[in-house]
């Protein structure tokens, strides 16, 4: 037995004396990683013609760059539209497809002006929608409907029951489709306000047919997330009885296998999802109980688990990786700042801002761990695009060279298992245009064009990278009660429709 006990422990002590330099190289390797610098080439992507791209018409998170490397989206023309859909510059707009340099105007169905893409999945097919040129009599406008784009062909998923309206918002690798589409139901509430006087039904599209979802037991529903499993996530009343704000109480839901299921609620009367992975783990936020305030919330296997703050009143979740990694922002202590944050095996951790600002939000992440958003001053201000990778905090807009003049704003911001970050940027005088940075690695490294850490000329005087700040770092008291309101309203994004669009 001694003898047993003996080689055992020789064994686990031979073991472990081989086991450090292992431990050793591997955090050395580590370390170098952190302090290799980054490269990204910069590309700005072009119009078609008109001053601006849009990457986010309906206010629903998209997914509009692939791990292929494939940007899709909406930019204007040079013709004007009569109907003014693309407020406020009322610019006849098209869906793109951005690959390998290349920008395709992807076009309309026959006789449509407007059109748009909203997300694009890993096969390169794109979801939006387009109009048709048919006036819609409920809103007087050319109505809209839902298509998918297969390499330069236009299918239209159409409607339900005779509705004049659809819009597809997500597609997953199978080429199944969800989104929002019309029946003829006449609906005082409308929940998504899209589509006003008729229900608002979420849909899932496959094999060419369209069907409508149901709902959670109120008259509307939109689906928001398909992923390759055929699960959908969204949005539902569950009930036709208004609340203190007027409308019934929308609840996020998790659908499968011809089941919706609510998701519940933690307290509040408004909760929506932000993010659904492929191991069926939805991510969003919702209101507590007396709608005040709000939470980020996982939900997984049947559970709802209320994910905290930093220490404040306030947060949201802004997407999921296949890991479970989440991303958001919360307000720190006595909410003095709202800080990026990433969520992992129960624990929160606050990712910090830019030197230089004192809030941030994350807004993606890759399967890496690399994640995107935005720094910006809690008083107001502009947003500044930002990348958290290995414990580093990196200024986005050092790698835009000064002659571009394009300030990178991380709003719509989104990163793939590449290391490619795509999103929108804007121009002096306030034209919004989209960028992608590449990476200067493999292939792509000695690409003409890389740029390293601070070699912009305004970033090196104003805006250099450089170690985290912390949110105890911070600017105390600087983000006022006032401010917060209008964070809340702008980052929780609340669907309340078009301006163009007034309900009857």
Wanted: net charge negative; glycine share 14%; aromatic share 8%.
């Amino acid at each position: 037995m001694k003898s047993r006990k003996l080689i055992l422990v020789t064994a686990m002590t031979l073991f472990t004396a081989l086991a450090i330099p292992v431990r050793l190289a591997a955090q050395e390797q580590n370390q170098q990683e952190r302090a290799k610098p980054h490269r990204y080439t910069f590309v700005e992507v072009v119009t078609l013609g008109g001053p601006n791209f849009s990457s986010n018409f309906t206010g629903a998170p998209n997914t509009l760059l692939n791990n292929r490397g494939t940007l899709a989206g909406g930019a204007d023309t040079i013709e004007t539209d009569p109907f003014c859909l693309n407020n406020p510059d009322c610019f006849v707009m098209h869906a793109f497809r951005w690959r390998d340099g290349v920008v395709t105007d992807l076009g309309t169905l026959p006789g449509g002006a407007n059109s748009q893409a909203f997300w694009v999945n890993g096969r390169g097919l794109i979801a939006g929608m387009s109009q048709n040129g048919v006036i819609d009599p409920l809103l007087g406008i050319q109505a809209l409907k839902a298509v998918v784009w297969d390499d330069g062909d236009i299918v239209n998923l159409g409607t339900l029951e005779g509705g004049y309206e659809s819009l597809a918002q997500s597609i997953n690798d199978r080429g199944q489709v969800t989104g929002i589409a019309l029946n003829t139901v006449p609906d005082p509430f409308a929940c998504c306000a899209f589509f006003p006087n008729t229900q608002n039904r979420a849909f899932l599209w496959k094999d060419g047919e369209m069907q409508d979802l149901g709902t959670l037991g109120g008259p509307d529903a939109q689906g928001k997330f398909i992923n390759d499993r055929g699960q959908i996530a969204g949005i539902s009343y569950v009930s036709f009885e208004p609340t203190s704000s007027g409308e019934p109480q929308i609840d996020p839901f998790l659908w499968e296998d011809g089941v919706m299921m609510d998701l519940g609620s933690l307290g509040g009367t408004f909760g929506e999802p932000e993010g659904l992975n492929n191991r069926g783990q939805v991510v969003g936020d919702m209101n507590l109980a007396g709608d005040v305030t709000g939470h980020p919330f996982l939900w997984q296997r049947g559970s709802l688990l209320d994910l905290g703050t930093l220490g404040g009143t306030f947060g949201l979740a802004r997407a999921v990786n296949d890991s479970g990694e989440i991303v958001g922002s919360a307000t720190n202590q006595n909410d003095q700042a709202m800080l990026a944050f990433v969520w992992q095996k129960g624990v929160m951790t606050d990712l910090g801002t830019l030197k230089g600002y004192d809030c941030s939000i994350g807004q993606n992440i890759n399967s890496r761990g690399q994640i995107v958003g935005a720094s910006f001053s809690c008083a107001g201000g502009a947003f500044n695009a930002t990348l958290w990778d290995n414990g580093s905090v990196i200024d986005l807009n050092s790698f835009v060279p000064p002659t571009a003049n394009l300030h990178l704003i991380g709003d719509d911001i989104y990163i793939n298992d590449r290391g490619e970050i795509a999103g929108t940027g804007a121009l002096p005088n306030g034209d919004i245009r989209a960028f992608v940075l590449i990476p200067c690695e493999g292939k792509h490294a000695d690409d003409e064009g890389c740029r390293d850490e601070g070699e912009s000329i305004v970033a090196e005087t104003q805006r250099t990278s450089g170690p985290i700040t912390r949110s105890a770092d911070a600017t105390q008291g600087r983000l006022k009660p006032e401010t917060l309101a209008v964070l809340r309203t702008q980052l929780a994004r609340r669907y309340r429709g078009f301006a163009a669009w007034p309900k009857e």
